[in-house]
């Protein structure tokens, strides 16, 4: 019964949040058609989800997630919510057509390999008693299929302006390059295996469907990192996304002093340096603009 009352209050907070953003983000903007309010309310779907269920995600709640994630792997995960809320506030602010095409950028890619090898291999994880186990399959299935739509349609948002065509320093082109060279070799190894030559990039042997949901979110940094760094606007999205997650996971690998359980140095020592290298391109992108 505590389980269901407390998935009740996650759908509770969902249902409430959806609607408050549709009011916020949705509404207002009356000259969009259908399919436009469509696409802005993915990504205020994506930023309330994102937003909820990360504190539940850290606190590694047995009740929030579909399948039993280990600790580690459950604060990794509200890492990916708070940094996928960080990029969609941001797209929300100022919807163009480029900043919603990296919110699908990365939707597409975190969310189709995932639920596509969810359905191939892994269906033998999932409680088909809990109805947490159905909301997880119609919101990931459906948020995986509408990205993938609107990016086969590329549908314009709500405007266009020359911020979208300045272009990004060379520094901030250069940290992009080398963010998506070590997240998309990351993120391809923990999705293909659950363990290899090291524990210190597999963490989780024998649990391969919690290991390609952190790959995912690497590979999803690496095509965003990829298609961003040309344009400032954009780069500067997935920097706050980068410094975002890379301190989440920081944090994460380190909270086993606090836990009393092992801690992931090489996770924490890579990923701090994934923040503070983040940091440092914000403050050269914010420099080069005061100048102009």
């Known amino acids: 019964m505590l389980d269901l009352f407390w998935q009740a209050v996650g759908a509770g907070l969902l249902i409430g949040g959806v609607a408050w953003g549709y009011r916020r983000w949705v509404a207002p903007h009356r000259g969009l058609n259908a399919q436009g309010k469509g696409l802005v309310m993915l990504i205020a779907l994506t930023f309330i989800g994102g937003f909820i269920g990360s504190p539940f995600w850290w606190l ?22 708070w940094s996928f809320a960080v990029v969609c506030w941001i797209a929300l602010q100022r ?20 639920v596509s090898a969810i359905f191939l291999f892994h269906l033998d994880r999932f409680d088909y008693t809990a109805p947490l186990t159905y909301g997880f399959f119609i919101i990931a299935g459906g948020i995986t299929v509408a990205a993938l739509w609107y990016l086969w349609r590329q549908s314009k948002t709500i405007t266009d302006d020359e911020l979208d065509l300045q272009p990004s320093p060379a520094l901030v082109k250069g940290w992009l390059i080398a963010l998506a060279a070590v997240t998309a070799l990351w993120g391809l190894a923990l999705f293909l295996t659950d363990s290899g030559l090291t524990d210190l990039i597999w963490v989780w042997p024998g649990d391969l469907l919690t290991s390609r949901l952190i790959g995912v979110m690497l590979l999803a940094i690496a095509a965003g990192s990829a298609f961003s760094l040309r344009y400032a606007d954009t780069s500067r999205m997935m920097l706050w996304m980068s410094l975002t997650y890379g301190l989440g996971l920081a944090i994460a690998s380190l909270w086993g002093v606090l836990a009393g359980s092992a801690i992931m140095v090489s996770y ?12 440092v391109a914000l403050m050269v992108q914010r420099h080069r603009r005061d100048n102009f």
């Open 268 to 279: 924490a020592v890579v990923f701090g340096l994934i923040f503070v290298g983040s940091i």
């Open 60 to 81: 590694d709640l047995i009740q929030s997630f579909a399948w039993d994630l280990p600790p580690l792997a459950s604060r990794m995960l509200a890492a990916a919510g």
């Open 95 to 114: 919807p163009t057509t480029r900043r919603a095409q990296l919110v699908l950028i990365l939707l597409a890619v975190y969310l189709a390999p995932l």
